[in-house]
């Protein structure tokens, strides 16, 4: 029963960031690949105050200001950059946080991770976890719903199908662009709080290449810009990826084999949306 609530949790963990990553990728047809380096910045600022100051207001406060900025990097960087050259640099960007993490051992303890996260008064036990990522996630789905139908939904996907029309209608590309990454930040943060004290360690190994390749496979697999789709696919990937670990393979073969797994799953998503993934601009 425990591995049942486990894979709720992280259903429930992978959901929130999926229904935003797939508002930015799908709606907007921005090429952003620099989602888990937000996490990860955030994560890292939450977690090294809470262990220094004891204060969980403090610290959220801490991770919520640190991805911000990464993201408002990110935001400025799309605006400055042709698409293909903002998805190159911002798995750039992910990369050189994850090395100032690696290497910056005084503070983040490098390779070995921060043990023994203090949880907070709740919840406390697996069903608790669970419940509340379950229905973070819930809330998440409804509120993703609506931001579609909204004027921020529509100015967004105005702009990915012509950005010089929606422009002339007074859309502000630089406005869509900041609103929707930092509301990526603030769902980062807050997935992650949750997450990282349930499996009690926050450790640099979880926001590594391999879980950009998954984090992407869910929108791609999922539709991009499909709230349902992306709900399906991560269930179902999710419960593939933890399913493997009952595969009888040796430790160092089943990482990789899980690894082009994944990636295999992502080339065919890709190759089967090939024409549907970025639909051609209209022009007159």
């Not at 005084?106 to 608790?128: C, D, H, K, V």
């Not at 709230?227 to 593939?240: K, M, N, Q, R």
Request: aromatic share 12%; charged share 10%.
């Amino acid at each position: 029963m425990n591995f049942l609530w486990h894979i709720a949790i992280l259903i429930g963990s992978w959901l929130p960031g999926a229904f935003v990553y797939t508002l930015i990728l799908g709606k907007g047809k921005i090429l952003h690949f620099g989602p888990v380096g937000v996490s990860l910045a955030g994560s890292y600022a939450t977690f090294i105050t809470l262990m220094q100051t004891g204060s969980y207001p403090l610290a959220l406060a801490a991770g919520l200001l640190t991805a911000l900025i990464i993201s408002a990097l990110f935001a400025w960087l799309s605006l400055r950059l042709e698409p293909d050259g903002f998805g190159v640099m911002s798995i750039a960007v992910h990369l050189a946080i994850l090395s100032i993490i690696l290497n910056w051992s005084s503070l983040t303890r490098g390779a070995l991770g921060i043990p023994r996260i203090p949880r907070a008064p709740f919840p406390l036990s697996i069903e608790g976890f669970a419940i509340t990522t379950l229905l973070l996630s819930a809330f998440c789905f409804f509120f993703m719903r609506w931001i579609e139908r909204s004027s921020l939904g529509r100015e967004l996907g105005a702009l990915a199908e012509h950005s010089w029309h929606a422009a002339a209608l007074g859309i502000s590309r630089a406005k869509v662009h900041f609103l929707v990454f930092s509301l990526g930040a603030i769902v980062a943060v807050v997935d992650a709080l949750v997450f990282t004290q349930y499996i009690a360690l926050l450790h640099p190994n979880d926001y590594q290449f391999a879980n950009l390749i998954f984090f992407v496979t869910l929108v791609v697999a999922g539709k991009p810009g499909s709230i349902v789709g992306v709900t399906l696919a991560t269930i179902l990937l999710v419960v593939l990826r933890e399913g493997l670990r009952f595969v009888p393979f040796p430790a160092d073969i089943l990482g990789p084999v899980r690894l082009m797994l994944f990636g295999l799953i992502l080339f065919t998503a890709v190759w089967y949306r090939r024409d549907t993934l970025f639909p051609k601009q209209r022009s007159i």
